[in-house]
């Protein structure tokens, strides 16, 4: 085979492999930023992960997880519903960067087809007021597991009555196994 050939046989392979390994990679987590009103809005969607009570924190003596501080019922990763995400967003203050604990928060996704428009009807993300273990006030967020099959979406986000929309593509993830969870 002359030179120029197996150059284009090794490139080719090269190609091969990179695809191949980029298919087989873990999803990347998602994070996008908008700021509206008085608000720096994090939206942020990883792998499902466990809640725990305050109850359970202190009698399991717990150190990796979220604490629930209030707000809807979590959904377990372990659900019949099969959550795939945690589907979550962190509130800051626009001017002093500081995190807003006492927001009020909603949050839905809807599904994108093709073309940009949604494919069905939107779906309510119960929100759950939680921290990290250990992390404190500073590590408040909210939201919650979902199931978010690989696809394009639509994520709506009101804080205080000042809405964003964050258009995200995910890829199905497993649930985070303990030890390896994010805030």
């Known amino acids: 085979m002359r030179s120029s050939g197996k150059r284009l046989l090794l490139a080719a392979c090269a190609t091969a492999y990179c695809v191949a390994a980029a298919a087989a990679a873990p999803a990347a987590d998602i994070v996008r930023t908008k700021t509206v009103g008085p608000y720096r809005i994090e939206l942020h969607v990883l792998p499902a992960e466990p809640f725990f009570s305050k109850a359970d924190v202190a009698a399991k003596n717990v150190k990796q997880g979220m604490e629930i501080e209030g707000g809807a019922a979590p959904v377990a990763p372990d659900a019949d519903s099969h959550p795939n995400h945690h589907l979550v967003v962190h ?15 909603t949050m839905s996704f809807v599904s994108l087809d093709g073309k940009g428009k949604p494919g069905a009807a939107a779906v309510e993300v119960p929100v759950v007021v939680m921290q990290a273990i250990g992390k404190g006030a500073p590590s408040t967020h909210y939201g919650n597991n979902v199931t978010m099959p690989s696809g394009r979406y639509d994520v709506t986000v009101t804080v205080n009555n000042k809405t964003a929309m964050f258009d995200v593509t995910v890829a199905d993830m497993p649930a985070m196994p303990m030890g390896h969870m994010k805030m």
């Open 91 to 105: 509130v800051f203050g626009k001017k002093t960067g500081k995190v807003i604990t006492d927001a009020t928060v």
